[in-house]
């Protein structure tokens, strides 16, 4: 082989003759005779380890074609489970205001306060109209004598 610095990359011509020579020396020690090596596993592109056997995924992504996340299979378990819950309850809260008939909070708050505005009203809207008049009544009439002690 070539002699090179240690920062230069060896060439393909060389990498191919150290694999040869690996082969050749292992092949003339007896290792490997007669034995045929049999694989069992295939990375496929997105990274996922597959057993070639029984088509198990046991690395990369998961057989859905998602990434593994940080977190194992019984805490993303319980997360999912949790979520489930949550959304199940979400749904019967929205169920249960439909039975209502729907109502929002302002809706309701109207319809609360609605009665208690009217009883107010009723016991004070005729001394508010009153005094208002009266008001305007005694604005108008200054009016009238500015303008006839013109």
């Known amino acids: ?4 610095t240690p920062r230069e990359e060896p060439s393909t011509e060389e990498i191919l003759e150290s694999i040869r020579q690996a082969v050749t020396e292992g092949a003339a020690a007896g290792e490997g005779e007669g034995e ?3 694989l069992t596993r295939e ?3 997105d990274g996922t380890v597959v057993d070639t056997e029984t088509g198990e995924t046991l690395a990369g992504a998961s057989a859905d ?6 977190v194992g299979e ?3 378990a319980a997360s999912a489970a949790a979520f ?3 959304a199940e309850n979400v749904a019967e809260l ?5 039975d209502r008939g729907g109502k929002t909070i302002e809706e309701a708050a109207k319809e609360i306060m609605r009665p208690m505005i009217k009883d107010w009203l009723d016991a004070n809207l005729p001394g508010i109209v009153e005094r208002l008049i ?3 009544i005694e604005r108008v009439s200054r009016l009238g004598e500015t303008s006839a002690g013109r």
Not at 1 to 4: D, Q
Not at 65 to 70: D, S
Request: hydrophobic share 35%; glycine share 6%.
């Open 1 to 4: 082989m070539n002699e090179r």
């Open 36 to 38: 045929i090596l049999e």
């Open 43 to 45: 990375i496929r592109e």
């Open 65 to 70: 074609g998602r990434k593994p996340g940080l």
């Open 74 to 76: 019984n805490a993303e």
């Open 84 to 86: 489930a819950a949550l």
């Open 94 to 98: 929205k169920a249960m205001h439909e």
């Open 134 to 136: 009266q008001r305007e």
